[in-house]
């Protein structure tokens, strides 16, 4: 499965955003879907997931009530709204695939990684 990020782009605090990941197969099934994000010098961080076939949900909690991920099977392409975004949230932001809905947010248990998308987030 190759997955590719897009939708990153520079923003002001309290703006929003909305990535794309497509996923190159049209059968987008088992897979259960995440984004993560990456700071400069920091390590790569879980951000949300989606299981199969459109749900659950978990997000990390400095996320909560302001980003929104969800999936378009037809479309194989998951998508992360983010609302109400800080100059902490700028980042490389990540998608990726795993079978492993319990590790879900490990990113040694993803299989498959898009190439990343860039958000900055201008004070």
């Known amino acids: 499965v190759q997955l590719q990020a897009s939708g990153g782009g520079v923003v002001q605090a309290g703006g929003s955003l909305r990535l794309s990941c497509a996923a190159s197969?049209?059968?987008?099934?088992?897979?259960?879907m995440a984004w993560f994000r990456q700071a400069p010098e920091k390590g790569r961080e879980f951000v949300a997931a989606v299981g199969w076939p459109s749900g659950p949900t978990v997000y990390a909690d400095f996320v909560k009530g302001r980003f929104a991920i969800s999936r378009d099977n037809a479309k194989s392409t998951v998508y992360l709204q983010m609302n109400s975004l800080k100059p902490e949230d700028t980042a490389v932001y990540y998608c990726?695939?795993?079978?492993?809905?319990?590790?879900?947010?490990?990113?040694?248990?993803?299989?498959?990684w898009g190439q990343g998308t860039l958000v900055t987030v201008s004070s």
């Open positions: 990726g695939a795993t079978d492993k809905w319990r590790f879900v947010k490990w990113p040694s248990k993803y299989a498959y």
């Open positions: 197969e049209r059968s987008f099934s088992n897979w259960e």
